[in-house]
């Protein structure tokens, strides 16, 4: 290049360009003061006096403007008042939510923990546990790819600096007990903040009062109990949350595009020269597509739903209908029909390669499929773990779901929407009741839009509970998840006034505060603490310890911190001998013929001795 004609000149304008480049674009991003400096024109003592008369008028703020520009002063004033007057209740129950995680001692589920964090944790710290049924190898019903990445990676970390910790200084300092039980609760409580997220731009979106929604948001104890704890529900709780965002955003968008279309295309009927109709079609070009906007998230998202837990279709088929939907009835090169089928088979492709990497990672996980087989092409059918089929189809039999309980029909609405959301969960139903009564005897004037974020927030809480009341086993966490359009529908509801006073507010968090106290530090709140202490008391001894458990929940394992196998062993695990016998809800005579088996056998081996 140096040897062609020109070329060093051509290089030293080249130069010459991207420094005057570069220069405009910091010049644009430096901050310039829109006022000059009050103390510029001062100078020893006169500038000392006027603060001095600042100060004494408590004029904090002009003190402040005289250090830094304008702008930033301002900047944090908006922030200030913004914290102050507006988001000063929901910021309480942030740090109420935070302190829970930290501080809660009681046991809702076994679920919490037996369907992830058990199991996660036994693997990640070569631990002895107990691996629940729903993961056995034959026909295993949860997907370990899901909770390997959630769990899995911040456990696997902690254990490597605890690793170099203990290398360079002799002590385990990272991991203990409570630490191993707390890593899990962080990550899901870091997660539950998205909620919040897209609650705050749905409602900044489509005008709402965000203020409103996001103090009635925080101070549900579902968001301040379960939004701490690692189950499944509270996972599902969040993608929907993502997915009721995406689809309001893509619909909010939609509307904007299809408006500035019909504004350019009404100057171009208009136009009447050659060069008025070439700055139309420049305009026309600028605008933004909204067809396919979002396609990837929402197909990612799906395929890791439905893995973690197959119901999460229920909650996504109404949102995911109002994407294929909205606008295709405008004036478009395709017709409805085939615009509702083009967005249906963007979303296939991402959709069956994220579930394809996760039957991939599953199935190696369960040891029937390896690599070699992968290599020399010998796998079989049997090797691939489906992990939402077989859920599927252990759950459509009836005999299994009476294994854990049976309920009627109503029992979500009647029983499990009261529970989880209490005073606004009766609103809400009311809305729904009001919202079927309107649409189908009102006449067609004032029946209410079927294309807008309401209806589509309102659909998704009607299909979703009444899909998952046909299911005969109804637990209240299945329908966490709908916490996000409750509370975007009725939020504003709980402010109504009887005469001067706001009841429902009023008894909204009573409802919550005691709730939350109740399933935070009071329900089966000795289980866990009484394992953790356990492992601390015993340390290292090499006895065997028989522990029974009567009338509780089945407990964990993992906070015993034992190793899998003498190979195993590590600089924090506890060779404590111990074996739990849950005998859950059994009568008070088999409790009793069971210690005295083992007192009986304890005498046996004495005499051997």
């Keep these: 290049m140096d040897r062609l004609p020109g070329a060093y000149l051509l290089k030293q304008a080249w130069d010459a360009t991207k420094l005057a480049g570069a220069i405009k674009a910091y010049r644009s991003t430096s901050v310039v003061p829109t006022k000059p400096n009050p103390l510029a024109a001062f100078k020893g003592p006169k500038a000392n006096k006027r603060l001095k008369e600042l100060f004494e008028d408590k004029n904090y703020v002009e003190m402040c403007k005289c250090f830094l520009f304008d702008p930033i002063v301002e900047l944090a004033l908006d922030f200030s008042n913004l914290w102050w007057r507006v988001w000063d209740i929901y910021w309480i129950f942030i740090i109420i939510r935070i302190l829970f995680a930290f501080t809660q001692t009681g046991y809702i589920h076994p679920d919490e923990y037996f369907q992830s964090v058990e199991v996660i944790t036994g693997d990640v710290l070569s631990l002895k546990t107990n691996t629940p049924w729903e993961f056995n190898v034959t026909a295993p019903l949860r997907s370990p790819s899901v909770p390997y990445v959630l769990y899995g990676l911040p456990l696997s970390l902690l254990r490597g600096v605890n690793f170099l ?27 539950s903040f998205i909620v919040d997220f897209t609650v705050y731009k749905i409602c900044i979106l489509y005008k709402h009062s965000y203020n409103q929604c996001l103090t009635t948001l925080a101070s549900s104890y579902v968001m301040i109990v379960f939004a701490s704890r690692s189950f499944s529900n509270t996972l599902e709780m969040i993608m929907t949350s993502l997915l009721i965002y ?18 350019v295309q009404k100057e171009a009927d208009e136009a009447d020269t050659i060069a008025e109709r070439v700055k139309i079609n420049k305009k026309r070009k600028l605008i933004p597509g909204h067809d396919y906007k979002y ?6 998202i799906c395929a890791i739903g439905v893995y973690n837990r197959p119901t999460f279709f229920i909650y996504a088929s109404m949102p995911l209908f109002y994407w294929f939907q909205r606008n295709i009835a405008v004036d478009s090169y395709w017709t409805p029909f085939q615009t509702f089928n083009f967005r249906i ?46 859920f599927i189809l252990y759950n459509v039999v009836p005999g299994n779901l009476s294994n854990h309980g049976t309920h009627p029909f109503w029992h979500h609405m009647l029983i499990n929407i009261p529970l989880l959301f209490g005073p606004l969960g009766i609103v809400s139903l009311i809305t729904v009741l009001n919202f079927v009564t309107e649409l189908f005897f009102n006449d ?37 998840p709908l916490i996000v359009p409750i509370v975007l529908m009725n939020a504003h509801k709980l ?5 001067e006073k706001k009841p429902f507010l009023t008894l909204w968090y009573i409802f919550n505060i005691t709730l939350a106290v109740f399933y935070g530090y009071f329900h089966q709140a000795g289980v ?18 028989n522990v029974i458990f009567s009338k509780t929940y089945m407990p964990p394992t993992f906070p015993l911190l034992r190793p899998n196998t003498k190979r195993t062993e590590s600089e924090y695990s506890k060779n404590i001998n111990i074996n739990f016998i849950d005998l859950s809800g059994k009568p008070l005579d088999q409790v009793i013929n069971q210690m005295n088996t083992l007192y009986s056998r304890e005498l046996f081996f004495d005499l051997v001795k």
């Design 295 to 300: 396609f990837l998230h929402l197909s990612m």
């Design 495 to 499: 402010r109504w006034k009887f005469g």
């Design 165 to 191: 910790f203990h290398h360079y200084t002799g002590y385990n300092f990272f991991i203990g007990s409570f630490m191993v039980s707390l890593i899990p609760r962080i990550v899901i409580l870091t997660s």
């Design 528 to 545: 866990v603490p009484m394992v953790t202490h356990i492992s601390n008391h015993f340390g290292h001894r090499h006895n065997e310890v």
């Design 345 to 390: 088979f963007s979303i296939a492709p991402g959709f069956f390669l994220t579930a394809l990497i996760l039957l991939f990672t599953d199935s190696l996980y369960f040891g029937e499929l390896t690599l070699k087989k992968i290599w020399n092409l010998t796998m079989n059918w049997e090797d691939w773990k489906l992990t939402p089929l077989n």
């Design 444 to 480: 067609w004037r004032r029946k209410p839009g079927l294309r807008t974020v309401f209806s589509m927030t309102m659909m998704t809480y009607i299909v979703s509970l009444g899909l998952l009341s046909v299911f005969p086993h109804q637990e209240p966490r299945f329908l966490i």
């Design 246 to 263: 995406w689809t309001a955003h893509c619909m909010r968008r939609t509307q904007e595009t299809v408006y500035l279309h019909s504004r």
